[in-house]
């Protein structure tokens, strides 16, 4: 028979039509089809595309081999006699010999013996039936095996009780796989557990349209539950002895621990947190800590917990249950994901792009007119020119006619500021052909690539006007637009920023256009957007206009695998904290000590002064930042609450907030940082008119990005040698940038050679292969260090061999002979080396902030200019003005500043 699962499902279906046997379905509460080695299970009138395979997870590799033989054993079981009698009884002799026969032999169980002993063994279905079957507006659900188990095994963790407290953890199940309805399971079995008595359960999410998404979630599966939109109600339910489940948004939960005055005791409180990884960090997770001491608290995620996250995870009480991606796809339960890169090529008009830049940059010093052409040379900034918004806004226009229009599915175009995502709203229809709306924050909110101090534009001011003129406020406007993306026909593209990336299923939500940067978490939100299960739906797409495609290589790596919840890890991380929270009254210390010579501590213009001198200011602001992210880790960490007096921790708080005002006002008042506001809107202009783009390349045919060879392929068919070698050359060139000033004969010598390996590529002078092997021999020598010109005897001596550059470059046109030259440049490396180890060490140890000590630093540069005069000038007869010795002396101290720490 062809596809004998699928026909044997089609036929479940028919017969719980009107026409067909329906009555026969009336008490059915799991439905199966099972065709040898292979099978599939729902409940009633479940749709094909989600009827659910099921596997046993198991904790270790012991217990499922022990499962395995059980099973075995039990396959193999002799029936007893009287058994055999009333099977066998009416039917043909030679039918009981048959099976007679085969239990003589040893027989391996099937899929259909496992899918038997998995879901129909009697406890096994009695408990799917009462605690995994439930509806949701009216759908008939049942779990899936990974719901089933994650919940299972969440139960069993909550009845351990330690310390009069429940152990809680972190259950990781990717995008698409049900969490909320996990959510919903497990809050139903803490109800229903006998041993737990007037449990209170809390879920808290991180944003408003996750609240309201869980919290329909439940009331559609048919679960009392209270929305506490206020800290103060939040409040009156925690401390009342009503048995609703309570969802609420951080902030208010935030709130409702503030105005508790006594901590609530109770371990029979259970604590859900949606997306805990996003709300875990900083001080909310002590005053959840403090306030319900011994709370139980469960999260649940998506997307992988990256090393960092780790902290959240052991603060949670470790990992109950994870399901990847992997695991998902192969199970069909969400689709799988096909990737395309498209690029649009730009041209840039030179000539009046340089006349005019330098007309608007005319007031800047020349480092300031360097940064401002870094900041607008950027990608990011590129991506918003004009023309090339136009050329996408076609390109995507042409894409969705040809392969979605007229059909149900829909896409997501994500965009990388406000003003950029109503920029396509506004050339989609002027184009004409698809239908768009735009859903962003309010003006007043920072999202995308916006920044922190930029105004909204006149663009952003008119279009968030119409839309509050049409919906009346921002929480209308935005559930009016989600509303119609699901329900309507129109609009066929929904265009966000940072909106809907998370937490929006909406399974008709097909391709998704990315003309933005991401990374990490983000990325790997947004394109589970498109990967829910709809009936014809066969894969989501990810259109690429911007070039993520390594970013999701790398992603894909965490989001596809679970190696990164080692438990020594999560010990280390804990332990860590215990060693910087060691550190944080020496940071404090330190902080002050700048200011010791003030004796009016109230004093602020006195401090302002102090910090007129550059180094004292930089001292200032290495040391705040050290304290700072020190007392941020610390104050994540209940230990620290524990351990130090509320007073001492307030004044911590206190003095850094003090510290922090502070630098804003010096940075100001010293001009540390360049305001470029005023210059941003020419400079756009300039790059809207003169940067063209005249068409939309595909660079990569459409690749399913959990076909790792596949994806890999791609990967480097898409990057080549050129641009590998590229890649190289710009991590090479980032690390000499970084490394210069600690080197800088060095680092200058290959960043010359870096640039002619490049510029002859360009030129065509070499090949491909030869252009990656020129690049990779020099990032192997700049990584190593090594430079066949430096002199044996200072192979060992790395900052003997900066001293050894500088002074080679200025006795370059001093001596002809190279042999003389190398000679005296060797002596007077390793005699300044000597100099200054003498002056900055005390005990093996560089003298704490001796950079910043003129005594140290003055000393050094008279001595190292003496040095020059009597055994280089003198000795040797060359012509070496003072100022010329001065400034070797100079550069070799700013390289020991730094080598020397």
Not at 67 to 79: A, F, R, W
Not at 96 to 119: A, S
Not at 147 to 172: H, P, T
Not at 398 to 415: R, S, Y
Request: net charge negative; hydrophobic share 35%.
């Amino acid at each position: 028979m062809k596809d004998p699962l699928a026909q044997a499902i089609s036929q479940q279906l028919r017969n719980q039509q009107e026409d067909g046997i329906r009555s026969l379905y009336v008490y059915a509460q799991i439905i199966m089809c099972i065709a040898t080695q292979e099978a599939r299970y729902a409940t009633n009138a479940t749709q094909e595309k989600f009827w659910s395979i099921w596997k046993e997870k198991f904790n270790t590799k012991e217990n499922e081999e022990k499962h395995k033989s059980y099973l075995q054993d039990l396959k193999n079981q002799p029936l007893p006699i009287e058994q055999k009698e009333k099977l066998f009884g009416d039917r043909f002799k030679y039918v009981r010999d048959y099976f007679d026969e085969m239990e003589k032999e040893n027989i391996l169980p099937t899929v259909q013996d496992e899918y038997l002993y998995g879901l129909c063994r009697p406890e096994r279905l009695l408990d799917l039936i009462f605690n995994f079957v439930m509806f949701e507006s009216g759908d008939k659900k049942v779990a899936r095996y990974q719901q089933y188990f994650a919940v299972q095994k969440a139960m069993k963790r909550v009845l351990q009780i330690e310390n009069g407290r429940r152990k809680g953890g972190v259950i990781w199940h990717t995008q698409g796989s049900g969490k909320s309805l996990t959510m919903v399971m497990l809050a139903q079995a803490i109800a229903l557990e006998k041993s737990i008595r007037n449990p209170k359960i809390i879920l808290v999410t991180d944003r408003t349209d996750l609240d309201v998404q869980l919290t329909n979630t439940f009331r559609k599966c048919g679960m009392f539950v209270e929305n506490a939109t206020t800290g103060q109600r939040l409040v009156e339910l925690l401390e009342s002895k009503s048995d609703a489940v309570v969802t609420t948004i951080i902030n208010k939960f935030v709130a409702a621990m503030k105005k508790i005055k006594e901590p609530l005791f109770s371990k029979d409180i259970f604590v859900l947190v949606d997306e805990g990884h996003r709300t875990q960090y900083g001080t909310f997770n002590i005053e959840m800590q403090k306030t319900l001491p011994n709370a139980c608290y469960i999260a649940m995620t998506g997307t992988p917990l990256f090393r960092k996250d780790k902290n959240t995870a052991a603060k949670f009480g470790g990992i109950i249950d994870a399901y990847t991606v992997d695991e998902a796809v192969k199970d069909k339960a969400v689709v799988p994901l096909l990737y395309e890169g498209r690029v649009a090529k730009q041209n840039v008009n030179e000539n009046p792009i340089d006349t005019f830049f330098g007309m608007i940059s005319e007031p800047l010093t020349e480092y300031q007119k360097a940064d401002l052409k870094k900041k607008f040379s950027r990608a990011d900034q590129l991506n918003g020119a004009e023309q090339k918004i136009y050329a996408i806004a076609w390109d995507i226009s042409l894409h969705f006619k040809d392969n979605w229009q007229g059909t149900p599915f829909k896409a997501q175009l994500v965009c990388d500021k406000k003003v950029n995502a109503i920029r396509y709203k506004e050339f989609l229809d002027e184009i004409g052909i698809v239908s768009s709306e735009v859903l962003i924050s309010p003006i007043d909110e920072r999202e995308g690539e916006d920044s922190a101090y930029e105004k909204s534009s006149e663009t952003e001011n008119r279009f968030w006007s119409r839309m509050m003129d049409e919906h009346g406020n921002a929480k209308t406007y935005q559930k009016n637009i989600i509303s119609r993306f699901k329900n309507q026909k129109n609009p066929e593209i929904i265009i966000v920023v940072d909106k809907l990336l998370t937490g929006f299923d909406e399974p008709k939500n097909t391709i998704l256009y990315l003309t933005r940067n991401l990374q990490g978490h983000k990325l790997l939100q947004a394109i589970a957007r498109v990967n829910r299960i709809y009936p014809d739906k066969e894969f989501g797409y990810v259109i690429d206009y911007y070039g993520v495609i390594e970013n999701l290589d790398d992603a894909l790596l965490l989001y596809s695998s679970f190696e990164e919840f080692d438990p020594n890890d999560l010990e280390g991380i804990l332990v860590n904290i215990s060693e910087e929270i060691k550190k944080l009254p020496q940071k404090h210390s330190e902080l002050w000590d700048i200011f010791k010579t003030i004796s009016n501590k109230r004093d602020a213009e006195a401090y302002q002064l102090l910090l007129r001198d550059e180094g004292i200011r930089n001292l200032f602001y290495e040391k705040l930042a050290a304290f700072a992210k020190s007392l941020k880790l610390a104050l994540s960490s209940i230990q620290f609450h524990n351990e130090v007096e509320e007073k001492t921790i307030n004044r911590y708080k206190e003095d850094l907030s003090m510290f922090l005002k502070l630098r804003k006002a010096i940075v100001e008042r010293y001009s540390d940082e360049i305001d470029y506001r005023q210059y941003e809107g020419q400079i756009q202009k300039l790059i809207d008119t003169h940067i063209t783009t005249n068409k939309i390349e595909t660079i990569t045919e459409l690749v399913n990005i959990f076909d790792k060879e596949k994806f890999q392929q791609e990967l480097e068919n898409t990057i080549g040698k050129a641009a590998r070698a590229d890649k190289i050359a710009s991590r090479t060139a980032k690390h000499i940038s970084e490394k210069m000033h600690e080197d800088p004969a060095f680092y200058k010598k290959f960043s010359q050679l870096l640039k002619d390996a490049i510029a002859e590529y360009e030129v065509k002078r070499i090949l491909e292969t030869e252009y990656l092997k020129r690049v990779q021999e020099i990032m192997d020598n700049v990584l190593a260090h090594t430079d066949s010109d430096i002199p044996e005897t200072l192979q060992n001596k790395d900052v003997a061999k900066a001293f050894y550059g500088l002074c080679i470059e200025a006795l370059e046109d001093k001596i002809q002979d190279t042999v003389v030259k190398k000679e005296i440049a060797t002596q007077a490396a390793i005699n300044i080396d000597e100099m200054i180890l003498q002056a900055v060490l005390d005990n093996g140890s560089p003298i704490i902030d001796w950079q910043f000590k003129t005594n140290i630093t003055g000393k050094l540069q008279i001595d190292i200019g003496d040095y020059f005069i009597d055994e280089v000038r003198d000795k040797y007869n060359i012509s070496f003005s003072f100022d010329e010795m001065d400034d070797i002396a100079v550069q070799c101290i700013e390289v020991a500043k730094l080598r020397y720490k």
